[in-house]
């Protein structure tokens, strides 16, 4: 009898590490390997700030250039926008660019 329970708690034994084997490869599995892992999605996420950090950005931008073309443009403001933002020139004329550093 006493055979029999030793046999039994050995074999109940070898259950209970292959159920907790088999527990830690799928744990490993989800976290690490598979395509909807943690890892993955921590670095998803991390990726999802980042890109939503950036649309409020632009999206200020826009709205600030919009402000600006709501206003009246003369051929002055116009002409120095030209100039100074994508250094036009007219014919003839030597553009010298001064890099201003504050």
Known sequence: MLHALLARAKQAGFRRTLVTGGVVCAVLWLSLLDSHSLV????????????SEENELLRSEIASLEVELSRDLTNETVERIAREEYHMHRPGETV???DEKE
Do not use: G
């Open 40 to 51: 993955r999605r921590v670095s998803w996420q991390i990726e999802r700030s980042q890109l």
């Open 96 to 98: 010298h660019l001064v």
